[in-house]
């Protein structure tokens, strides 16, 4: 059997293109990892502090690198000064 392909002019859902070394996580995904409510995550989009790609008019997504990112860069050592 040979395998069936998509026509060329179907529509790709990008939650299913592979990215080497980033999983695309959906606004819902992204606020369960980060606990925070869609709110806040769109704030976090509007100061910059969180790349995204937008996918039609509505549909916003993110690497998960540039959540875990966003987490490393908040970390914050006891004893540590967070003026950098």
Do not use: Q, W
């Amino acid at each position: 059997m040979t395998p069936t392909t998509a026509p060329p002019d179907a529509p790709i859902d990008p939650l299913s293109i592979d990215i080497p070394g980033s999983e695309l996580m959906t606004e819902k995904e992204t606020a369960a990892l980060l606990r925070c409510s869609l709110r806040h995550l769109a704030n976090l989009r509007a100061r910059g502090d969180l790349p995204y790609f937008r996918v039609g008019e509505r549909r916003v997504i993110y690497l998960r690198r540039d959540v875990l990112r966003l987490l490393d860069r908040a970390y914050v050592k006891k004893g540590a000064s967070n003026d950098a």
